[in-house]
């Protein structure tokens, strides 16, 4: 741990490197060194480091006019929402919020809000697998039991089931549902996407019982999987659509989406945040969304995954690629955290997203020539791991 990295809690693993600028798809380092971003900071910055547009956008906003409080109207937050509603087909509102923890919060509260004045309903059912978020209810809605340990009794109120499985969400739907929560593609979960006819079958479902279909979109929105919204594969409409990661390519927002009748269930009082929908985060995200528009970013997205898949599969120690668009999982026959290690020593940054599979999320403006640069290197570094020669 270097300098003042001393004075941060230690909720993460003492960092590797510090980096200090970033330019497109590379990032520096304290020491000048550059390196190639496969991740994205988690698949955020998915219009690469420093975007003249977002940049430009932000200081002009901070010269302008940063806060007000919701008690008043601002400029940005409505545009931004307008275009939200255009890519998810229309009919509904959104609420800011200022991560996707607090997107998700927003949909458990509107589906008890909405579920509970009618009958009673405020369950949320979630996949084993899956992530949504760190504070206290979006923990429980995560369904990985191990990070519930620590932090009993979380809030009551959610049940898990074996993922991909209609007939274990058919039995789990009771009277006391409210919602189903579930991602298009569980991200931090390994990468693992829906199958269609899960997602139809779930709608469905949902719609026969009176339960709202709620998808969290956090990680896979906003172009990343080769749609604007990684449920538009699927040929589903949600009822609420949470995003955030992607939103303001590194400046903190989240958002959460529902049908106009859905949303409707929430009156003045019910919800609120001090910074959600403020003018810096939401001048960010509209240049952001301009940007994605001009570049068509969900088909570069299904240019990126086509080129990773291409150039990976089959390669030795690989032993799978997967994922949905830029979003990618490559399963490796070796130890995942010591081949990033290996690819950041070989100025490269991606990371393990289980024990044996790396995560890709590269910027969705990413050129084919720093594509294939990564390309090499991931089958290089998977190469030098299994054959023990590794630097790292
Ligand atoms: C990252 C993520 C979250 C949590 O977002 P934060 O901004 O870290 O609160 C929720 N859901 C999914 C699917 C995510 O990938």
Redesign the pocket.
């Known amino acids: 741990m270097t300098g003042s990295a001393g004075f941060l809690m230690p909720t993460y693993p003492p960092p590797p490197v510090t980096f200090v600028r970033g330019e497109g798809s590379w990032l520096f380092d304290d020491t000048g060194r550059r390196y190639l971003d496969l991740l994205s900071g ?2 955020v910055t998915s219009l690469g480091h420093a975007h003249p547009a977002v940049a430009d956008a932000l200081c002009s906003q901070a010269r302008t006019l940063l806060h007000t409080s919701n008690l008043f109207a601002t400029l940005p937050g409505p545009a931004v929402a307008g275009t939200l509603d255009r890519l998810l087909g229309g009919g509904g509102q959104v609420f800011f919020a200022n ?4 997107a ?1 919060e927003c949909a458990i509260k509107l589906a008890r809000k909405f579920g509970g004045a009618a009958a009673g309903r405020y369950k949320v059912v979630s996949a084993y697998g ?5 504070t206290l209810a ?1 923990l429980h809605a995560t369904g990985q039991p191990a990070k519930h340990e620590a932090f009993q009794p979380l809030p009551e109120g959610f049940a898990h089931v074996a993922w991909d499985d209609l007939d274990a969400l058919d039995r789990a739907i009771d009277p006391s549902v409210a919602a189903v929560l579930l ?1 298009p593609v569980q ?2 979960g390994g990468v693992n996407p829906a199958s269609a006819e899960y997602f139809r079958g779930v709608r469905e479902l949902c719609t026969e019982r009176g339960v709202l279909f709620v998808v ?1 979109e ?3 929105g906003l172009g990343r999987c080769g749609r604007w919204f990684a449920h538009q594969h699927f040929d589903v409409l949600p009822d609420v659509v ?1 995003m ?2 992607a939103l303001g390519n590194g400046v ?1 927002i ?1 958002a959460c989406w529902a049908r106009s009748e859905v949303a409707a269930a929430f009156e003045p009082g019910d919800h609120a945040t001090t910074y959600g929908g403020q003018p810096l985060a939401t001048a960010a995200a509209r240049a952001v969304l301009a940007v994605m528009e001009a570049e068509d970013v969900p088909a570069r997205a299904l240019h990126i995954g086509a080129t990773l898949d291409a150039g990976l599969t089959a390669r030795p120690g690989i032993v799978e690629v997967r994922g949905l668009g830029a979003l990618v999982a490559v399963e490796v026959d070796a130890d995942a955290r010591s081949v990033t290690s290996e690819l950041l020593a070989r100025g490269i940054v991606a990371n393990a997203v289980t024990p044996s599979a790396l995560r890709l999320a590269p910027s969705l403006l990413i050129s084919d020539e720093d594509l294939a640069t990564g390309i090499e290197a991931v089958a290089s570094a998977v190469a030098a791991v299994r054959s023990g020669s590794g630097g790292a």
Not at 130 to 134: C, P
């Open positions: 988690l698949a991560s996707g923890a607090e998700n899956s992530f949504h978020g760190r979006t991602e991200g931090e969290d956090v990680q896979t949470t955030a990661k903190p989240g």
